[in-house]
């Protein structure tokens, strides 16, 4: 009778060990739920490669990863009324079908910044072919 | 003449009874209030659960008094389907109507490059721009302004212990049901596009967004609890 008398108000006897378990697992959720809004952002920004690369460097590389295109650029502020800034794109790498599949590269920690280093120097390896290529010629 | 002099003095204490637990529990509310509209911010969720765990606090001492305050559990149910859905309505939003800003391009760009696929492939080339997997912007048109904004609603309601904020937490609870089976078949038959190349796919979906599983929890709750706690 008396362990009746410390019931929460609206609950009976028969579901006391469930009503229990059930705001156990609310506390779990609403903790978690906390934890993962305010931390998704900074570490998701970390595991791209912030603070080494900016925000709009961040989205600058996550574009090239996934059209597959080194000439990608993020543009900010992106103007009202504008279209999409991917629409009609031509790089992108999938395989077409009933259940497409993307062909990006999966992004590790801090690949992003590896990516960005390995492009400026495939870039400059490039442009030192060109001008060789021009000094041969001339 | 005894009868006379008994009768206002129990009536004031009834009264004063009623007065205090409805202070308390307007107290502890103002805090929950203040700390889950900043927890639905997410980022500055951590600046929202003190203020939050601070008014549940209140209310567990006010429970503990022998107060006539609503029961914890109620507490929990109501405030967490009002977070689960600003949460919710937050991110879908920003899909839809800010797909161009700079922070969705980086928060739901970079969660979808490492849980879901379905916010990082072909991202902002729909002519409406936003996440382009099949079917996901007809789940977001379908859920924020009728599931979440009704969740919402609802769990005011329930918090107010009313009848129908009981009756619309139920139904609404089941839509959430809805939600996640329609969701997550939908993901499975295009299982390609949201896990090929992601970071932590499957697991790592699931390791994140179980947490949003409140629907599954309140409706042992709602359909073992004693509703004459609510009122019309």
Known sequence: MAKKEELPLGTIETYSNMHKWLRRALYVCLTA???????????AMIWMGWPTLTLLEVCDEMG???????????????????????????????????QPTPGYR????????????????????????????????? | MQLTATAPSLSTSFDEHHEKSRDAQNKADKW???????IGTGVLGFIGFPLFMRGLHMLRKATREGLSVRPIICTLIGYLVIMDSALNSMGWAMDLLANHSLVNRLVTASWGALFDGGYYWHYNELGI????????????????????????????????????????????????????VGYNTNMTIFADVRFAHVTFPVIGWWAYDIFYITPFLSIPYLH????????D
């Open chain 2, 32 to 38: 929950m209030i203040a700390g889950t509209i900043v």
């Open chain 1, 33 to 43: 739920l906390v934890i993962e809004g305010t931390l998704t952002f900074p570490l």
């Open chain 1, 64 to 98: 090239k990863v996934r059209w597959s295109d080194d000439d990608f650029k993020c543009i900010f502020p992106y103007p009202l009324f504008e279209k999409s800034e991917a629409e009609g794109q031509k790089t992108a790498k999938d395989k077409w079908g009933i």
């Open chain 1, 106 to 138: 999966r992004i590790g920690y801090r690949d992003l910044v590896k990516f960005r280093d390995e492009r400026l120097a495939r870039q400059a390896a490039n442009k030192a072919a060109e001008q060789s290529s021009l000094t041969n010629i001339q």
């Open chain 2, 224 to 231: 073992t609890v004693n509703r004459e706690i609510f009122t």
């Open chain 2, 129 to 180: 721009g936003g996440a382009g997997a099949p079917g996901e912007k007809a789940w977001e048109i379908a859920l924020i302004p009728t599931v979440f904004c009704m969740r919402l609603a609802a769990a005011i309601g329930f918090l107010q212990m009313k009848r129908w904020g009981h009756q619309w937490l139920i139904v609404t609870c089941y839509f959430g049901m809805i939600v996640w």
